[in-house]
């Protein structure tokens, strides 16, 4: 199974700063053929679905605001929040669709204000 | 606009079975992959299965391999989960995930969720 390992747990950040959210999985995520790396971000707020943010590593989704950006390749991935707006609380998620046995989540970084 | 809608979910006793459902609509159903997805109280989330936009190739995880069957019908844009000989570690919120049109693990919208709790 590819182990997806986010940190930190949880993080406070002020209205307005950057919030960082880093994901490393156990094995490399690119996909040589297509150059491609098969991981996404998901925002999960209470008592709401999750909601896909960004795909392909960096893709955001339709919709998703820009300061939501997604980085990184192979094994070492970044989420990050450019400036942070007090509707952004909630848990993010990093998972992996390389491999479909299993796909499998990062534990959840839970982000609030400051 | 795309919706899912799940059903199903209820309070059942150890050994029993359920099956849940997700109605979708707003999009080709059967152009896609779906998925199922939980959260168990507290915990974060889990993959439990997914199935190809023709039923043709299906994954699960292994917790699961044996005691839950995903299947679709593409007639009536319905998703399903067969979960049998449950365990009370399959108490969760279960939702039902829209795949990509071309990859298999890109949970690109969600339902809002149905609760399984397993009890005695």
């Known amino acids: 199974d590819i182990v997806m390992t986010q940190s930190p747990d949880s993080l406070a950040v002020s209205l307005g700063e950057r919030a960082t959210i880093n994901c490393q999985s156990s094995q490399s995520l690119l996909y040589s053929s297509n150059n491609k790396n098969y991981l996404s971000w998901y925002q999960h707020k209470p008592g709401q679905p999750p909601k896909l943010l960004i795909y392909w590593a960096s893709t955001r989704a339709s919709g998703v605001p820009d300061r939501f950006s997604g980085s990184g390749s192979g094994t070492d991935f970044t989420l990050t929040i450019s400036s942070l707006q007090a509707e952004d609380v909630a848990v993010y998620y990093c998972q992996q669709y390389y491999s479909t046995l299993p796909l499998t989540f990062g534990g959840g970084t839970k982000v609030e204000i400051k | 606009e795309v919706q899912l809608v799940e059903s199903g979910g209820n309070l059942v006793q150890p050994g029993g079975s359920l099956r849940l459902s997700c109605a979708a609509s707003?999009?080709?159903?059967?152009?896609?992959?779906m998925n199922w997805v939980r959260q168990a109280p507290g915990k974060g989330l889990e993959w439990v299965a997914t199935?190809?936009?023709?039923?043709?190739?299906?994954y699960d995880v292994a917790s699961v391999r044996g005691r839950f069957t995903i299947s679709r019908d593409n007639a009536k844009n319905t998703l399903y989960l067969q979960m049998n000989s449950l365990r009370a570690e399959d108490t969760a919120v279960y939702y039902c995930?829209?795949?990509?049109?071309?990859?298999?693990?890109?949970?690109?919208?969600w339902g809002q969720g149905t609760p399984v709790t397993v009890s005695s």
């Open positions: 707003g999009f080709t159903f059967s152009n896609y992959w």
């Open positions: 995930a829209r795949g990509s049109l071309t990859v298999a693990g890109i949970f690109e919208y």
């Open positions: 199935i190809k936009s023709d039923g043709g190739e299906k």
